[in-house]
């Protein structure tokens, strides 16, 4: 019997129930933290990734201007890490549910 650790089997579940519409997606949100860092991770959260073009939702503009500083390094990253081709990051500001 061969053993597999908890970690790789939650992330192999999520992959799953994900299907292949936000696989990416979710491929990305597992790996946000590895990509961007801690401090970036807790304030920002991959929300949407289509036609090769990642949406970001960043706390406040402060955060923002800092992910859009590295942005290029970000694109690098995920590309190899997670052999994507991400050619765009768009920034979205604030919580998605408040209210405009």
Not at 71 to 96: C, H, T, W, Y
Request: a positive charge; hydrophobic letters at 45%.
């Amino acid at each position: 019997m061969s053993w597999i650790s908890l970690g790789n089997a939650c992330k192999d579940l999520v992959l799953k129930l994900a299907g292949e519409k936000y696989r990416f997606l979710a491929l990305i949100a597992l790996s946000w933290r590895e990509i961007v860092g801690d401090i970036l991770a807790e304030r920002s959260t991959p929300e949407k990734y289509e036609h090769h073009v990642l949406f970001v939702r960043v706390s406040n503009p402060t955060w923002m201007q800092e992910l859009v500083l590295i942005k290029p390094q970000i694109i690098s990253r995920m590309n190899d890490l997670l052999k994507l081709q991400v050619n765009e990051i768009i920034f979205l500001a604030g919580n998605k549910y408040d209210r405009q």
